[in-house]
């Protein structure tokens, strides 16, 4: 129906349009949260297989330095297909604080 929201096309990634994506984890280690912010005309490279494209980010807490690294992968039109965390979890849109 016209009045739904629609569902983001993934769980963890906010599409704020214009190409500027947010993304917010928690460390797996202490717990901190860390909002990422990245855009697709300066942060997102071609995959290695050559097929789509792909965005592989450090993470660092600001509370206990704890560190991990995101990647999201991207189709050929960016649409966001898959999300990858080593040493932080995705927290899902649903659950940021409303602002």
Known sequence: MFWKKKAPA???VFDAGGGVYN???????????VALRF???A????????KGYVLRKPVVSTD????????VFFD???RITA???EGVEFIPVSEW???
């Open 83 to 85: 999300t990858e965390a």
């Open 39 to 41: 855009t697709k005309s």
């Open 23 to 33: 993304v917010r984890v928690r460390t797996l280690r202490h717990g901190d949260e």
């Open 10 to 12: 993934n769980p963890n």
């Open 64 to 71: 206990h330095f704890d560190r991990g690294e995101i990647a």
């Open 76 to 78: 050929a039109n960016y």
């Open 97 to 99: 604080p409303k602002d």
């Open 43 to 50: 942060h997102i490279g071609v995959a290695e297989e050559g």
